[in-house]
């Protein structure tokens, strides 16, 4: 695992080098500690949380399977409790499970993650390579939830709309847009 965040490390991601002034969607201190994040990548072992809200209708983000291993990809409201479980395990997520080891993923593979607030019950749909996955809707999320991934022996790269996504989004939706509490 270590070579591979070194490989994220590495990767000079333009993102990183924005303004100050602009604000980035990306990780927050919310993650467990086993969690290592570097820059866009995560790996280790836990649960790590956006820094943003999802308050738009509709939003929009991917990861890209830089090291197979387990993960849980989806959202989760804003606590700093059980971060070291995976969202699977923790109250208040909602998430879509790679299986053991990894399932059927590889390597390279992109899993992209919508989030529609524009119907009366919320919907929250994965998708692979840009494909849906028809077995991972999830509907009736409750409450402010930001993007959240948990992983175990896997590195995770997330692209929250910072830069070009690998698959085109479904219609009508975008990227995260960086919001911050006003409290």
């Known amino acids: 695992m270590g070579s591979c965040l070194s490989w994220c490390l590495g990767r000079g991601d333009k993102a990183q080098q924005a303004s100050a002034k ?18 866009f990548c995560v790996g280790g ?14 939003s929009y983000f991917e990861f890209k399977i830089i090291d197979k291993g387990e993960f849980f990809l989806g959202v989760a409201r804003r606590s700093q409790h059980d971060l070291d479980k995976q969202l699977g395990e923790r109250k208040n997520s909602w998430s879509f499970y790679s299986g053991a ?14 989030y529609d607030l524009s119907q009366v019950r919320s919907c929250l749909e994965f998708y692979l390579n840009g494909q849906r996955i028809d077995s991972a809707t999830i ?10 991934v948990s992983v175990r022996n896997a590195t995770l790269e997330a692209n929250f709309g910072h830069r070009a996504f690998a698959f085109p989004p479904p219609l009508g939706f975008d990227g ?3 919001s911050q509490d006003l409290i």
């Open 22 to 39: 602009e604000e980035l969607v990306r990780f927050s201190s919310l993650r467990g500690s086993k969690v290592v994040v570097s820059g």
């Open 45 to 58: 072992e836990g649960t790590a949380l956006a820094n943003a809200p999802l308050l738009q209708t509709r």
């Open 101 to 114: 080891g990894g399932g059927d993923f590889a390597n390279g593979d992109v899993i992209g993650c919508s």
């Open 139 to 148: 509907r009736d999320v409750k409450g402010d939830v930001y993007p959240a």
């Open 176 to 178: 995260v847009i960086y």
